[in-house]
Structure formats: C-alpha cells, structure tokens
C-alpha cells in the first residue's frame, strides 16, 4: 500500500474553481477506481491558495494507473489556469 499527498496552490480568486473540480474528481475516482481506496480534497480552515489531496492506493502501479484515467486529464484540464504550476506531490510508504 501507498498513499501521497498533492499539494496544489491555486492563483487568487480561482479558489472556487479548483475546489469544484476537485469534487468531481473525487466522485469519479470513488466511482472508476477501486484500488484507490481515499481521495479527499482538503482546504485550509484559515488562509487560502491551496487545495491538499490525500491519496491512498493499494499499490504504486495502482496509483500509476490513476494517472492515465480520462478523469485525471480532465481534471488537469480543467484547473490548469487555476493553478500555480504543477502540483507537489510526496508519495509515502506505511511505517515498518
């Protein structure tokens, strides 16, 4: 098992916009891919700028996967001139 976090940083006034997105990738990915078993968008309680994505997968090919869904590119799409770039991604593994 794998999971990662996504940190995504979202240009000023487009908080709207990514959060929407991130919604709807999180249905589709709930729906469409049943070895990721969490995917849950997150967003500051104080602040704004940035969406965190909390992933977790039974396994790396699962996640590799996940990056070629049609829901993953049209999630890319979608934001692309919402965000600040690509986002930061740390893949973890459980602690042995």
């Given at each position: 098992?794998?999971?990662?976090?996504?940190?995504?940083?979202?240009?000023?006034?487009?908080?709207?916009?990514?959060?929407?997105?991130?919604?709807k990738m999180a249905e589709a990915v709930?729906?469409?891919e049943k070895e990721c078993l969490l995917?849950?968008?997150y967003m500051p309680?104080?602040?704004a700028g940035e969406v965190y994505i909390l992933e977790k997968y039974t396994s790396l090919e699962a996640l590799e996967?996940?990056?070629h869904t049609n829901h993953y590119l049209e999630f890319?799409?979608?934001?692309k001139d919402a965000v600040e770039g690509p986002p930061s991604v740390t893949i973890l593994k459980p602690v042995d």
């Open positions: 098992m794998i999971a990662l976090v996504a940190i995504i940083k979202i240009k000023p006034g487009m908080e709207e916009k990514v959060a929407y997105a991130s919604l709930s729906k469409n995917y849950e968008p309680i104080e602040g996967t996940h990056r890319k799409e979608a934001v």
